[in-house]
């Protein structure tokens, strides 16, 4: 049964929906925060350190939005600033240094476009994000948990696997930014969110995302252990590629070529 873009952007929103740090406590064990960018500031806005999953360390890498009013302020609302990009690069870099495999964890309505990102180098540090880990030498497998808003989630999602949540959304824009844009009235917010193919679904139809993880007894036990599993599978097997950049590249080359992936571009 097909559904309604614009009610699955509702349910990617929720409040209530487990965030980067439930997943984190609930996946992995020994988990130690690592704070900082080395250049200007600690971003509250993604959490990222080391931890041990099945036993086998990984650095861990999530975007954090809160859940109350009070942690939504402090988290920023998961849009992170410049040095918050800058904090998760230099995680990743230091897990290429000790061979550790990256999980990324994404829920964000876009990078934070306020004034003093702008002058801190918003764009370019996520453009350096983007450029590095398309060589990154470790493993790399992202999920996105909830929103995946324009290039503040693609950050975070240049992997060798990227999967989605059930009711995650993956967009260039938001649906209300599209709609001001097109037709100056945030309200034809509905129209948009079904123009914008940004539900999973569409996602994995046009070879953006391998699978899609069902929302089935979320926030159980049983939830964490399946994408438990469905880590520590995919990263065993990508530990073991001596093809990872080559393949990864391909990766992300194949998308958008509609004569490969059968899709109707009219």
């Not at 439930?22 to 080391?50: P, Q, S, T």
């Not at 934070?112 to 453009?127: F, K, M, S, T």
Request: charged share 25%; net charge neutral; hydrophobic share 40%.
């Amino acid at each position: 049964m097909s559904r309604i873009p614009y009610e699955v952007v509702k349910l990617a929103r929720d409040s209530q929906r487990p965030t980067g740090l439930d997943y984190i406590r609930n996946i992995f064990k020994n988990f130690i925060e690592l704070h900082g960018d080395r250049r200007y500031a600690d971003d509250a806005a993604i959490v990222g350190g080391i931890a041990r999953l099945d036993g086998e360390p990984v650095t861990v890498i999530a975007i954090e939005k809160g859940h109350s009013a009070k942690e939504r302020a402090i988290r920023n609302f998961g849009a992170p600033n410049p040095e918050g990009y800058r904090k998760a690069l230099r995680l990743m870099k230091q897990a290429e240094k000790f061979g550790r495999p990256v999980v990324c964890l994404i829920d964000t309505s876009g990078a934070y476009c306020g004034i003093g990102a702008e002058e801190r180098g918003q764009g370019q540090a996520i453009a350096e994000n983007l450029m590095e880990m398309t060589t990154l030498c470790v493993p790399v497998v992202s999920i996105l948990i909830g929103e995946g808003g324009s290039g503040g989630a693609l950050a975070l999602a240049v992997a060798d696997r990227v999967y989605m949540l059930q009711n995650a959304v993956y967009s260039v824009i938001s649906p209300e930014g599209c709609a001001s844009i097109l037709w100056k009235d945030a309200a034809k917010a509905e129209v948009a969110a079904a123009s914008l193919k940004l539900t999973a679904e569409d996602a994995k139809r046009l070879g953006v995302i391998e699978d899609i993880i069902s929302e089935k007894e979320i926030g159980q036990k049983a939830f964490y252990d399946r994408i438990r599993m469905m880590l520590h599978d995919e990263l065993e097997t990508l530990s073991k590629d001596p093809e990872l950049l080559e393949k990864r590249y391909a990766r992300f080359r194949r998308i958008g070529i509609s004569a490969q992936n059968g899709i109707n571009c009219e």
